[in-house]
């Protein structure tokens, strides 16, 4: 017979981070955004990157078409779309997202 103490999981070392929505935190392991910048504004990035040509075009190649219709999906092949791409190719699409929002 089981304990209970022995079926919970320990509580996660740092709830800020869980709390930080999944699209928050592939832009800012990509450079592409502050840690600090807000979710709302994060978001919007994550709409540019995403329609970015670029990645549309990664993005396409992984996911097998284009007909994405889960968020989830949309945040995983963006991500490995953004992990295929080399140092200067991020920087290069840091400038035109910097560039679309001034």
């Known amino acids: 017979m089981k304990h209970a ?3 919970k999981r320990a509580p996660p070392t740092h709830p800020s981070e869980l709390a930080v929505p999944s699209y928050h935190r592939i832009l800012v392991k990509h450079g592409l955004i502050e ?4 979710i709302p504004h994060a978001y919007k990035v994550f709409l540019k990157v995403s329609a970015d040509p670029e990645v549309l075009k990664l993005r396409r190649e992984v996911g097998r078409g284009n007909k994405i219709k889960h968020v989830p999906a949309l945040y995983l092949a963006t991500a490995m779309a953004l992990q295929g791409m080399t140092k200067q190719e991020l920087e290069a699409l840091k400038l035109r997202i910097e560039k679309k929002r001034g």
């Open 5 to 7: 103490k022995q079926s």
């Open 35 to 38: 840690k600090t910048l807000s």
